[in-house]
């Protein structure tokens, strides 16, 4: 029935009782009361129209509202579904039936548990039973069955309320099919799984003395590791993603092995061979030649993945091969050459053990002498201070400073050498005075000074220069304590700047160096047999080579056996 209508018929037969029950009023009314009250009816009635027109656009407001209610539940973008306490589907929207597949006819009414697995079921019923028990349901999955028995994951958040009698709770569930999601999920995972596998390769990858990469079925680089980015002189983003062949590899001469890979990949023949050698294409030299090894990667089904390739840089093995095939026609020459560097070997393997000796014989002599001085010294001062002759004392406490000095000059040397060979020492260079420092030198050494024995300094020039004053300090200390220790007679010691070159000469009147001795003077633990019996350690002519190098200048010497030795050197000033 129209609604319009029944409302209307309601009102009429209220009205029409209303003037049955005032029937008895009319009886005595004038003319004048009839028109008045004929008055009344009409305003009455003009009322009632107008009640009645807005009671139809009030129900008309009401249906579309009922109408957009409906299109937002049953058109929404996930799926509507009211259950009862049992879990029964009291409604449900057209989203959640195209989910199931069921029409809304076929589906209330029956349990939502029909729509799942057992398992499922008993997860659904669990979650609704503490739903109604707490009043609220925590957010849960399940795996759904469509009716075209494929199944789906789905994601289920819902709320408890009264129904729209107020007599009892319903669970208002919505549900969206969450599968696209779950793979995606699972294909992130996956993917972060193979980027950390990735990782760890690479890491292993860098560790290795040779080339490794990775190419994929279309030879496109996919990892190479730290060597290899090495040799080819590019950064890694560079060379991932790029076709090996093509971009990063040539043939030698005499082979066309890459060139036949380029054109096989192209007709469908993808397996590269397991060794050739090529050119390998570097930003960082000149081609370099490789040899690889190349191991074809299969899935579980035998299908080409990609390869494995090792390669190994054997530029400088085809040189030498090279220079031994041009040495083949003159192998005497090379007999008689390695031959020669055989005797060189012995010889220099001969030098080593003779300065070993002359090490283990040095140290300990060099190390014995001050050592019995302090333990026969601390006895003394022991028993001294037993018998309290205190005035006894210094002169043993003097001898103990003084071998300790000696023990720490010989370890110095030491510890200077090994920083030299080892390369540690650098040079600052900055500008000061050479006379004021020659002159500290000069104070610090005085005390060493034998008796009449005087030291004498001149100099010409700008005696401002630009050098590593603290290594030019340790090359003078050692000439200087050198040139005292060899000789009785006065020290001459001159510095001329000339050119931005410092030139220094250092002479004395010593016992000289034996001529057949004089080529092996810069050598390390190096003493000439004529000094055996001075004490020394045989390194500081050695650490004062090393200094000279470092200041890039040149060092020389003349000496005569019994008439003493001059050393010049020259120092160049650069900035």
Known sequence: MNPEKSIYNKLRKRAEARVARNLDLLKGFTLDNAKALLHELEVHQIELEMQNEELREAQNRLEEVKDQYTDLFDFAPVGYLVLDKKGVIENINLTACDLLGVERTLIKGKPLSSYMENGESRTLFLKLQAAFKTGKLEDFELEMRHKSNVFFKASLQGIITQNKEQTDYVCRISFQDITSLKEAEALLF???ALQKEKKIIQQYLDLAPILFLILDSANNVQIIN???RYLIGEKVQNIIGKNWFNKFINDLDDNSVVEDIIAN?????????SNF???LESTNSESIIMSWSNVSLLDEKGAFLGTLMAGEDVTERKKIETRKELYTQDLEDIVELRTKKLTEALHNEKMVNEMKSAFVSMASHEFRTPLTSVLSSAILLNKYNT???YDKQPRHIDRIKSSVKQLTDILEDFLSMDKLERGIIKTTKNSF???????EILEDLNWSLKEKQHINYNHKGDA?????????????LNLITNAIKYSNTDILISTTVK?????????DKGIGIPEEEQKHLFSKFFRAKNATNIQGTGLGLSIVKHYVDLLEGEISFESKLGEGSTFNISLPQKA
């Open 190 to 192: 996956q993917h972060e």
């Open 226 to 228: 730290q060597k290899g």
């Open 265 to 273: 990949h192209k007709k469908g023949t993808i397996l590269i061979p």
């Open 277 to 279: 050698e090529s050119k």
């Open 387 to 389: 018998l309290k002759q």
């Open 433 to 439: 005075d050479l006379k004021i420092l020659i002159k």
């Open 464 to 476: 401002i220069v630009l050098l590593d004053i603290k290594i030019l300090r340790n090359i003078f």
């Open 499 to 507: 050119n931005d070159v410092v030139n220094i000469v250092f002479i």
